[in-house]
Antibody
Framework: QVQLQESGPGLVKPSETLSLTCAVS?????????WGWIRQPPGKGLEWIGT??????YYKSSLKSRVTISVDTSKNQFSLKLNSVTAADTAVYYC???????????????WGRGTLVTVSS | QSALTQPASVSGSPGQSITISCTGT?????????VSWYQQHPGKAPKLMIY???NRPSGVSNRFSGSKSGNTASLTISGLQAEDEADYYC???????????FGSGTTVTVL
């Protein structure tokens, strides 16, 4: 079955760049679907970060200046880069598969287990 | 602050039915046919429970149902069971620059 697995450093210093990768198994990410990142600060709710597909990339407007999401079809994975991080970026980061032809009808049907990233010196 | 408002907590006894509301605006829920709901147990990833307002993915119990009226979407859990104790989040596209939003989350407690 299709599985998603996040990986990356669990600790990032303030002002540096957070980099995470989501490895997808059981499905070719170049085939279809959108692929996204969602985060959850400790004890708080979910926040959509951005979503990518072969047709384009979409970002939450308030994060757009700091975020890059890209796809590596050769490794069947997609990545998140968030620069100039602060303590407010401390969260569990989830990668997920988004179903839907356009953002208007997205829903996230498969999720990774999540990875905690702490921003601290 | 989340664009979609949910009650912080809802509780019920085993066997009862409960409903979680998700209130937005005409820019999101009111203008969309595509509200989804997620269940999250502590320390776990969210799980899709409802998509496109009222559709259940394969494997999700038919005790879970979704609906929408105007700017408010609702998730109803009937025949409440101990395993339903979790956090629940709604989500929707928004025509604002934010593009996609989650609700504030509701903690369901089974008494």
């Amino acid at each position: 079955q299709v599985q998603l697995q996040e990986s990356g450093p669990g600790l990032v210093k303030p002002s540096e760049t957070l980099s995470l990768t989501c490895a997808v198994s059981g499905y070719s990410i170049s085939s279809a679907y959108y692929w996204g990142w969602i985060r959850q600060p400790p004890g708080k709710g979910l926040e959509w970060i951005g979503t990518v597909s072969h047709s384009g990339t979409y970002y939450k407007s308030s994060l757009k200046s700091r975020v890059t999401i890209s796809v590596d079809t050769s490794k069947n994975q997609f990545s998140l880069k968030l620069n100039s991080v602060t303590a407010a970026d401390t969260a569990v980061y989830y990668c997920a598969r988004a179903v839907g032809a356009t953002p208007e009808n997205w829903y996230f049907d498969l999720w990774g287990r999540g990875t905690l990233v702490t921003v601290s010196s | 602050q989340s664009a979609l408002t949910q009650p912080a907590s809802v509780s019920g006894s085993p066997g009862q039915s409960i409903t979680i509301s998700c209130t937005g605006t005409s820019s999101d829920i009111g203008g969309s046919y595509y509200v989804s709901w997620y269940q999250q147990h502590p320390g776990k990833a969210p799980k899709l429970m409802i998509y496109d307002v009222s559709n259940r993915p394969s494997g999700v119990s038919n005790r879970f149902s979704g609906s929408k009226s105007g700017n408010t979407a609702s998730l109803t859990i009937s025949g409440l069971q101990a395993e339903d104790e979790a956090d629940y989040y709604c989500s929707s596209y928004t025509s604002t620059s934010t593009l996609y939003v989650f609700g504030s989350g509701t903690t369901v407690t089974v008494l």
